[in-house]
């Protein structure tokens, strides 16, 4: 992974919020988490980096603060949750309101959004467009 500074751990942040299965107690109730969220995820499409414009790029990273945003709310309430089923409800809750964070982007939906950080993994150019962009936002 290329990420540097700020977009490593948002994307991080995003990751768990829009494709998290329940918080798992141990082992077992983690790996059958995780195929029940591989199994209800959608499948992310595909962009190249080379394709992803600057307005798609400035989506990104408004869809990206909406998200940390909605991590800041629920990240601290799932972990005060006492039983793992209050703390799934409280995940499924913070990954629909992720997704309409990121819907409510102009030009995003939240398979662009998996895309585009997909491709700015795997691309160091793409990837700096983005960092820098949030350094734009974050210093306004």
Do not use: W
Request: cysteine-free; proline content about 4%; hydrophobic content about 45%.
């Amino acid at each position: 992974m290329t990420f540097k500074t700020p977009l490593m751990g948002a994307v991080s942040a995003i990751a768990l919020v829009l494709t998290a299965p329940a918080f798992a107690q141990d082992a077992e109730a983690d790996t059958q988490a995780k195929t029940q969220a591989e199994t209800a995820a959608p499948e992310t499409p595909q962009i190249a980096a080379e394709d992803v414009t600057d307005a798609q790029v400035e989506g990104f990273v408004a869809a990206l603060i909406a998200v940390e945003a909605v991590q800041a709310e629920y990240m601290p309430r799932i972990q005060e949750q006492e039983t793992q089923e209050g703390a799934e409800e409280l995940v499924q809750e913070a990954n629909e309101a992720a997704k309409t964070a990121v819907s409510d982007v102009t030009d995003m939906t939240p398979e662009t959004f998996r895309a585009i950080s997909a491709a700015a993994q795997q691309d160091q150019d793409l990837n700096q467009r983005i960092v820098a962009r949030i350094k734009e936002v974050r210093t306004q």
